[in-house]
């Protein structure tokens, strides 16, 4: 059997008016807790916060796909303390959100190398994924422990394992391997927090997306915001290789 698989460079992807997949670099958290002459992890409880509302807005807009980066494979650099309370409040909003996603008809997916993440937190992410892996009207994906060299090598590895290292790789030998490989490449990629950079992020499956950075940061980020993402996004031309002639003659 052809597995089914995503790829703007190998077919055109459909558009619409309203993203399907929107993908966010949660950034600002720190700085947001900085100007309130409060901790860090004040800012990351916040951000929290914001998820939230982010899940309640994408389902309102039939935005099909929430990618959103928590932690970067990169992120273990920072002091051991906040990447305690990271972790914390991973565990918490799990273990306080999955009842409302089965209720709302949300799938949850975690991806990254997980297998850095104690085993609590572990069986946590099993059983939300278990428990929402129907559920169709919403999914959110949340990279943990991910960056997008480390998504690639991994598909490269897993590919070899089971095919050996006989034939050439082609991009549809890959696609199926990579750890978002149930979901369309994003439509619109938002960053937060000012930084104009992908910082390790879907290396690969961000190849045709539309990019849009913002000052705001990501506790701050709102509907309103979200908004006004779509609204840009709108205004694109999505061209995907071909010219501007070609996509009004169709
Ligand atoms: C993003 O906010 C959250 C994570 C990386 C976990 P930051 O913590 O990077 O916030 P800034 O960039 O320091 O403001
Ligand atoms: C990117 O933000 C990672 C997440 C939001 C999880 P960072 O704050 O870690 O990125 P850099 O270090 O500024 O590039
Ligand atoms: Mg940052």
């Known amino acids: 059997m052809i597995k089914r698989f995503f ?16 993908a966010i670099i949660m ?6 807790a900085k100007k309130r002459l409060m901790p860090r992890v004040a800012g990351h409880a916040q951000g929290v916060e914001r998820v939230r509302d982010m899940v309640q807005a994408c389902i309102e807009r039939g935005i099909e796909y929430l990618t959103l980066f928590a932690f970067s494979s990169e992120n273990w650099r920072r002091p051991a303390d906040e990447v305690d309370r990271l972790m914390e ?13 089965c209720r709302n008809g949300v799938r949850l997916k975690v991806v990254g190398d997980l297998q850095r993440f104690e085993p609590r937190l572990r069986r946590l992410i099993d059983e939300g994924e278990e428990r929402t ?5 919403l999914t959110i994906t949340v990279c ?7 998504d690639i090598l991994n598909a490269v590895n897993a590919w070899r394992r089971e095919h050996g290292e006989t034939r050439a790789l082609r ?21 937060t927090g000012g930084e ?19 000052d705001t940061l990501w506790p701050d980020f709102d509907a309103q915001a979200l908004d006004l993402a779509i609204a840009s996004y709108r205004k694109r031309e999505r061209r ?10 169709s």
Request: net charge negative.
């Open 7 to 22: 790829s703007s460079t190998v077919d055109i992807p459909r558009t619409a008016a309203v993203p399907r997949h929107v």
């Open 27 to 32: 950034d600002g958290n720190g700085r947001w």
């Open 89 to 101: 409040l991973f565990v918490l909003a799990l273990e306080r959100e999955v009842e409302k996603m």
């Open 133 to 137: 892996r129907e559920n169709r009207r």
């Open 144 to 150: 943990a422990n991910y960056g997008g060299r480390w």
């Open 171 to 191: 991009e549809e030998d890959l696609t199926p391997y990579l750890s978002m490989s149930y979901a369309p490449e994003p439509d619109l990629f938002i960053r």
């Open 196 to 214: 104009q950079r992908v910082s390790n992020f879907l290396l690969w499956q961000l190849a045709y997306t539309e990019l849009y950075f913002t």
């Open 240 to 249: 995907f290789g071909r010219t501007s002639e070609q996509l009004q003659e």
